[in-house]
């Protein structure tokens, strides 16, 4: 049985004089255990907004995202293929209330992340040569379904009746 399918598509967005202004970003996938969410809350000016930092897990989207990585010349977080298929890992952030709603996503949640994509500089000293990472700034965050959790299962259960 196939488990739930994962989704990746982005839309140019341009100006009038067709500049490209930004790329909007939707994905559905699973927040695995390396992806899950941290949260801080001394960020910005003053030090008192909260963000929060995470990474959605896509398989089988690679040709999506390898168009929008050539477009933008750029990388994802992490990317194999091998014989079962592609695996790409996408980082995500979320500011103030969104940070709140990030932070509540455990691993194994399915969710959609949608929002701009925002490509962070490498530190060139320390990786020469690297292609900066693609990150979505997050807009809208839906949790699709939460993680499924084994059920504990009483000693009594286990048991074998005796005659």
């Known amino acids: ?5 994962d989704y990746f598509t982005f839309e140019t967005i341009r100006d009038h004089e067709h500049n490209v202004v930004c790329y909007y970003v939707t994905a559905i996938g699973t927040i695995e255990e390396d992806g899950a969410v ?3 809350g001394d ?6 907004e909260k963000m929060a930092f995470g990474r959605i897990t896509l398989h089988n989207q690679d040709r999506k995202i390898s168009t929008l990585l ?14 079962e298929g592609s695996v790409d890992v996408i980082s995500f952030t979320a500011r103030n209330w969104r940070a709140d709603e990030a932070y509540e996503l455990e691993a194994g949640d399915r969710v959609m992340v949608q929002g701009r994509a925002y490509l962070r500089k490498n530190d060139v000293e320390r990786y020469p040569g690297r292609l900066p990472e693609i990150s979505i ?3 809208g965050l ?22």
């Open 70 to 83: 050539k477009e933008t010349n750029s990388r994802v977080y992490y990317h194999i293929h091998d014989e």
């Open 1 to 5: 049985m196939m488990g739930p399918r």
């Open 142 to 163: 839906f949790r699709l379904s939460k993680a499924h959790k084994p059920r504990f299962q009483g000693m009594n259960a286990s048991l074998i009746p005796q005659k």
């Open 43 to 48: 960020m910005g000016p003053d030090k008192d």
């Open 38 to 40: 941290h949260l801080r």
């Open 137 to 139: 700034t997050v807009s």
